[in-house]
Nanobody
Framework: VQLQASGGGLVQPGGSLLLSCAAF????????IGWFRQAPGKEREGVLC????????YYADSVKGRFTCSRDNAKNTAYLQMNSLKPEDTAVYYC??????????????????WGQGTQVTVSS
């Protein structure tokens, strides 16, 4: 069982990135996917964006209107589209899977599987 996050990189302020989170050996259909980040020297933030099993989504205020999370169950992959990136978005981004519909209040320790993280750097 594995989650693999990819798509990070260096982008200028105002730019965009698309992160992917591929699930291996378990069906994404039954899991909510949450996206988290941890900036250098800081603790991991609460969930930024959640894609539920019923197609609904949840966004933290810090990314609302700029980030969009989605999923393609046929490809067993979830996505985080990040637009209007700011330097303060620089962090390692993680995806995690929580069995069931999930929710914005689900604490990180209750997620079942975690990806390895992908670095996003926003800098000119």
């Amino acid at each position: 069982v594995q989650l693999q996050a990819s798509g990070g990189g260096l982008v200028q302020p105002g730019g965009s990135l698309l992160l992917s989170c591929a699930a291996f050996r378990f069906p994404l259909d039954y899991y909510a996917i949450g996206w988290f980040r941890q900036a250098p020297g800081k603790e991991r933030e609460g969930v930024l964006c959640l894609s539920s099993t019923d197609g609904s989504t949840y966004y933290a205020d810090s990314v609302k209107g700029r980030f969009t999370c989605s999923r393609d169950n046929a490809k067993n992959t979830a996505y985080l589209q990040m637009n209007s990136l700011k330097p303060e978005d620089t962090a390692v981004y993680y995806c995690a899977a929580d069995y069931g519909p999930g929710g914005g209040a689900t604490p990180p320790h209750e997620y079942d599987y975690w990806g390895q993280g992908t670095q996003v750097t926003v800098s000119s």
